[in-house]
């Protein structure tokens, strides 16, 4: 059995997808983007600003679930340019502290044409 996570803090899915699925003690959240739930769009334009977006939207899931981000073990990294690494890690590193496991990729274009997405994986409670 598994539970689905549906809050209005966090974008809704932009296709056929849950913001978030809960199963056999894990939470596995969809790649989250850089969309600002309160007006439904991306309205940052650097990569520090939309990274900044991101975080909040898996901080939003993970509340949701009672989850904080030192509960996150895994995380997985998509970059529309690998020469933001540096920028995107200095973001990355202010909420991620307890430093999962993490794969990080650059991809030719991402949704919506943003900077960055980011999905994780989190022991439930």
């Known amino acids: 059995m598994f539970k689905v996570t549906n809050t209005d803090k966090a974008p809704a899915a932009i296709g056929p ?41 898996l901080g939003e899931l993970l509340k949701e679930n009672g989850l904080e981000y030192t509960d996150v073990i895994k995380t997985t990294c998509f970059l529309a340019d690998m020469g933001d690494f540096a920028a995107f890690n200095e973001v990355y590193g202010k909420y991620f502290v307890g430093k999962p496991a993490r794969s990080c990729v650059a991809v030719k274009t991402l949704p919506k044409n943003v900077l960055c997405e980011v999905e994780v994986i989190a022991l439930t409670k």
């Open 17 to 57: 997808y849950s913001q978030a699925i809960s199963a056999n003690g894990f939470l596995f959240t969809s790649g989250q983007m850089a969309i600002d739930p309160a007006v439904g769009d991306v309205v940052a334009t650097t990569i520090e600003g939309q990274a900044e977006q991101v975080m909040k939207n």
